[in-house]
């Protein structure tokens, strides 16, 4: 073979690959270059209801509404507000009387006789860890120490009328009492204020906790407990509880509400705590807590924190409500 023919087969390659190009060039529409082709179209970014976040991102739960607290805690939109249970305390709490139910991640359980099964008791105690974390989260305060919860009869009571009572002064422990039969998502609201006194107990101290004014003592405990609290009037905020409230006819000095009737006391001082921490700030409430000199309504230092009087503070706060 001569060395021109050597070279014109060395190009048939070349020259089929020239033509395969010039064919799929020919293919495209008129004007248009291979650069121009349009990019196949990305599917549009997932909506809220469409998909699920990925992994990596971060989902802002919905807004709580005062109802959801009713809700099963396993519920999707439950869930989205309510957080699930991630820290653990080691150990046992103080032991109760009654049957041991269970031991959470950070509760134990006991139960007496008379009152809810121990089936009632266990499914509490699993919505009591999520009303738990709740809290916490809301008062950015965790126990360091676990907490033993009894539920009694509510013959066992140590007052007429007591639903629940929280020791915190040694090692913490909180007590409901209830009959069988009776509402429990009440008693886990009870319980959860009762818990909050546990938590305040872990921001202030076990000593000023023994003396703080009972209005913040238990207004401070309603407001802690949040969406559970809310959940029994169904209002959207304390403020607007107490609104309802006191256009209702209950008004005149918060120091002797309690006294006339403690259910719309606890909703009363809820309020008011509300008013004092918007209004004035948590910095300021939280010396104010401390600043208890016993369980006497009024009688923590309003005047040395704020500048006013309890009962100028508490008209101040009735005319947000007219």
Do not use: C
């Not at 064919?23 to 699920?52: I, K, W």
């Not at 507000?81 to 103080?94: N, S």
């Not at 209702?248 to 921490?277: I, P």
């Amino acid at each position: 073979m001569s060395r021109k023919q050597r070279a014109l087969l060395a190009l048939a390659p070349l020259a089929v690959l020239l033509l395969i190009v010039g064919l799929m060039g020919a293919s495209l529409p008129q004007g248009q270059g291979a650069a121009d082709v349009t990019p196949v179209a990305q599917p549009a970014p997932p909506t809220e209801t469409s998909a699920a976040p990925s992994p990596a991102a971060t989902a802002t739960p919905i807004p709580p509404t005062a109802t959801l607290a009713r809700r099963d805690y396993n519920e999707i939109a439950f869930a989205q507000v309510k957080l699930a249970p991630t820290t653990f305390l080691p150990g046992r709490g103080v032991e109760l009387p009654g049957e041991m139910v269970t031991s959470g991640r950070r509760l134990d359980f006991y139960v007496g006789r008379n009152s809810f099964s121990a089936e009632q008791v266990a499914d509490m105690a699993i919505k009591a860890e999520h009303a738990l974390s709740y809290m916490q989260k809301r008062f950015a305060t965790d126990l360091s120490e676990r907490v033993s919860v009894g539920v009694y009869a509510a013959s066992q009571a140590p007052g007429r009328g007591t639903r629940g009572i929280a020791y915190t002064y040694g090692q913490t422990n909180v007590r409901i009492y209830y009959r069988a039969g009776e509402d429990s998502h009440k008693a886990l609201v009870i319980l959860s204020h009762e818990l909050a006194h546990a938590l305040q107990a872990e921001a202030y101290g076990k000593e000023a906790q023994s003396r703080a004014d009972i209005v913040l003592l238990e207004g401070l405990a309603s407001y802690i407990s949040g969406e559970y609290w809310l959940s029994l009037s169904g209002a959207a905020s304390f403020q607007e509880r107490a609104r309802e409230l006191y256009h209702a006819g209950y008004g005149g000095s918060l120091a002797t509400m309690g006294k006339r009737n403690s259910d719309v006391a606890y909703d009363m001082w809820a309020g008011f705590v509300q008013y004092l921490t918007t209004t004035y700030g948590w910095d300021r409430f939280n010396i104010l807590y401390v600043s208890g000199r016993g369980r006497a309504a009024g009688s923590a230092d309003y005047a040395g924190v704020y500048g006013k009087t309890f009962a100028e503070l508490n008209e101040e706060w009735y005319a947000t409500l007219r």
